[in-house]
């Protein structure tokens, strides 16, 4: 069985603030990590993606993967209130993607 | 900028129906894929469609679902005979080619089924 972790939330952080989203997965096959927000009722929209392990920054956001633990993270800096959303981890090994249930991340003014 | 389409944005059933929900991938995507979410749930992972064949399917994607692509554009998946269960969103994605490092999916905007 193929399961992305996550944290359901909510998870609150003040206006300016770090957010800090975690995911593990157990299909030791994966090959490549992904970070997607979904605000309610709308598709998934790609922030980030990984496949080395490290991090890797891209602007406010920075993901960090640990494949010998089985771990993606992503850091959302000076967090907004626009970032409030629910962030799904999705995690892909060949032609099969699996999503995390996500985690829902209010910013606070 | 290129986005996947899809038709109908919402659509009602009556159970045992059968339907068909319509997907356009980016045009010079190779790689298409169906989830569902259901309300409230985790996006799941159905199948996914590379040169005219399922590549991969999960164990939700059973006897009662099929894929096509009819034409060089539409990509389709069928349910045969919906049940109450299948309420959900459906999203279609697509991909250019796979490699690691280039295997972004881009999600169309999904279609709500509702069975009644």
């Known amino acids: 069985q193929k399961e992305v972790e996550q944290n359901s939330g909510p998870l609150s952080v003040p206006e300016g603030a770090i957010a800090s989203l975690n995911c593990t997965y157990s299909d030791r096959g994966s090959q490549s990590f992904f970070w997607y927000r979904q605000y309610s009722g709308k598709s998934p929209e790609l922030i980030m993606f990984?496949?080395?392990?490290g991090d890797k920054e891209d602007g406010r956001f920075t993901a960090q993967l640990n494949k010998a633990s089985q771990y993606v993270s992503l850091l959302i800096r000076d967090s907004q209130p626009s970032d409030s959303a629910t962030y799904l981890c999705a995690v892909n090994n060949n032609n099969d993607m699996r999503f995390g249930a996500g985690t829902r991340l209010t910013v606070k003014p | 900028e290129p986005e996947v389409t899809q038709t109908p944005s919402h659509q009602v059933t009556q159970m045992g129906q059968e339907v068909i929900l319509r997907c356009v991938p980016i045009s010079n995507h190779l790689y298409f894929y169906w989830y569902r979410q259901i309300l409230g749930q985790k996006v799941e992972f159905l199948v996914s469609f590379y040169n005219n064949e399922i590549s991969e399917k999960s164990e939700i994607f059973d006897d009662q679902f099929s894929v096509e692509r009819p034409d060089g554009s539409n990509f389709t998946l069928k349910i045969r005979s919906t049940k109450l269960e299948d309420s959900a969103m459906y999203f279609c994605?697509?991909?250019?080619?796979?490699?690691?490092?280039?295997?972004?999916?881009?999600f169309g905007p999904g279609t709500r089924l509702t069975v009644l």
């Open positions: 990984i496949y080395s392990n």
């Open positions: 994605a697509s991909r250019t080619y796979f490699s690691v490092g280039a295997d972004t999916q881009y």
